[in-house]
């Protein structure tokens, strides 16, 4: 079946450690995205990338990293540098940018420090 | 700054009646609308869209509504079942972010049996 892989689906983290979310898609899709949602807000994007080998920072990218090797996958690092990591993180793609489309999710990575 | 703004935190509704979601939006630029829905622990899943060309967009149950000149829309779900208890987002995009969405907090529907 085509879709969006995120994991794993539950993650601790000990305060300084450093962790990588895993996201992959088999839907050809061109640009991929990650998101972070908090209790009472809206999702607020971290990443995304248009294409292999390059990507772009959103609104709260401070405290993480990614990388775009293969077109299939888009794994995100939470850094030590990010001061509140605990969250519900989400992995998205769309067929491709700059176009009226939806994006397609996966089911999400809770990431808790501890 | 919020661009996209969902005023309710959560509406509860009778199972069988309708369910009204609202959505505000400030960016004039914004020219395609989606909703999505969403279980705990789940990712959201696309329910419908409209472009700034139309000022309606049905699809079965759900019924998306635009109304440019107020910069609001609205989804619709009639009747309303019990499976539609979950919380609904509002995104907005347009050419001037690259059709980057941009999301609301989202509204929590509870259907009451």
């Known amino acids: 079946d085509g879709g969006i892989t995120q994991s794993p689906k539950y993650l601790f983290r000990k305060e300084g450690q450093n962790v990588t979310l895993s996201c992959e898609q088999n839907?050809?899709?061109?640009?991929m995205y990650w998101y972070r949602q908090d209790p009472g807000q809206g999702l607020r994007l971290i990443y995304y990338s248009q294409i292999v080998n390059d990507f772009q920072k959103g609104d709260i990218a401070e405290g993480y990293s990614v990388s775009r090797e293969k077109k299939e996958s888009f794994p995100l690092t939470v850094t030590s540098a990010q001061k509140n990591p605990t969250a519900f993180y989400l992995c998205a793609s769309s067929p491709f940018t700059g176009r009226k489309t939806e994006a397609f999710f996966g089911q999400g990575t809770r990431l808790t420090v501890v | 700054d919020q661009q996209v703004k969902q005023n309710s935190p959560s509406l509860s509704v009778q199972e069988g009646r309708i369910s009204i979601l609202n959505c505000d939006y400030t960016n004039s630029m914004f020219d395609y609308f989606l909703w999505y829905k969403k279980y705990p622990a789940e990712g959201p899943t696309f329910l419908i869209s409209?472009?700034?060309i139309k000022d309606k967009n049905e699809d079965g149950r759900f019924t998306v509504f635009l109304n440019k000149s107020a910069k609001h829309l609205s989804l619709h779900i009639v009747p309303s079942q019990p499976g539609d208890s979950a919380v609904y987002f509002c995104a907005a995009s347009g050419w001037d972010s690259n059709y980057q969405l941009i999301w609301g907090a989202g509204t929590k529907l509870i259907i009451k049996p």
């Open positions: 409209i472009s700034s």
């Open positions: 839907l050809n899709h061109d640009a």
